[in-house]
């Protein structure tokens, strides 16, 4: 405001500061929500990568994808010929009432996760563990022509496992574990609408 006591340079010098405080003002506030989106969407993407880690660990990928589909039908899908593997200890139920359930927790999880490295290995899908039954396939989601060979040799391994001093030390005494495998024909897939789990039907 110009009242005439300060010189006309000093009013003009006054109004452009007041035009660039506006600007930085302007400019700092896009920076500052622009730099904000930018972390929200890496945080959103983190987070959808995450979930999306934590459902293929949970299900095939091609079952997965399919079930995102919102006009899917029942996932399911027949095999001609497939294989599958059972496996539980010998005396599991007396070693579980002779130990704690932390050391028997413990115990498993530390067999499972040996097991579940040499799935990976084999090329085939853990199905699902019952306390300390273990049941893994061959031949789907992906089909393949060698399953059978790819599960006994997986059984082999795990015996190699059982074997191991390293599996006896947390609950004492031998491990033996019983395999059973089956070939043959299987419907295989996802039922219900919660808690999602992939599992086989079938001889």
């Known amino acids: 405001m110009d009242t005439g006591v300060q010189p006309p340079w000093v009013t003009a010098l006054g109004f452009v500061i007041s035009v660039i405080s506006s600007?930085?003002?302007?400019?700092?506030t896009i920076w500052y929500a622009m730099r904000e989106i930018g972390r929200a969407e890496a945080a959103l993407?983190?987070?959808y990568a995450r979930s999306e880690s934590l459902l293929a660990n949970i299900l095939p990928a091609k079952i997965a994808?399919?079930?995102k589909d919102p006009h899917r039908?029942?996932?399911?899908?027949?095999?001609d010929?497939?294989?599958v593997l059972f496996a539980d200890i010998a005396g599991f139920t007396q070693r579980a009432s002779d130990s704690t359930p932390t050391e028997l927790v413990r115990f498993l999880d530390g067999?499972?996760?040996e097991l579940d490295t040499l799935?990976?290995?084999h090329g085939l899908?853990?199905?699902k563990t019952i306390g300390d039954a273990y049941m893994v396939a061959g031949g789907l989601p992906q089909r393949s022509q060698d399953h059978t060979e790819r599960v006994a040799s997986f059984a082999l391994a795990m015996q190699n496992v059982m074997s191991n001093p390293d599996a006896k030390n947390n609950l004492g005494g031998s491990v033996q574990v019983r395999i059973g495998i089956h070939t043959g024909e299987a419907v295989a897939g996802v039922i219900g609408t919660s808690k999602f789990a992939y599992d086989i039907w079938g001889d």
């Open 119 to 121: 799935v990976d290995r």
């Open 111 to 113: 067999l499972y996760t």
């Open 65 to 67: 994808q399919r079930l």
């Open 73 to 79: 039908d029942i996932v399911a899908d027949r095999y």
């Open 125 to 127: 899908e853990k199905i």
């Open 81 to 83: 010929d497939a294989s």
């Open 45 to 47: 993407a983190e987070e």
């Open 23 to 28: 600007w930085v003002l302007v400019v700092a």
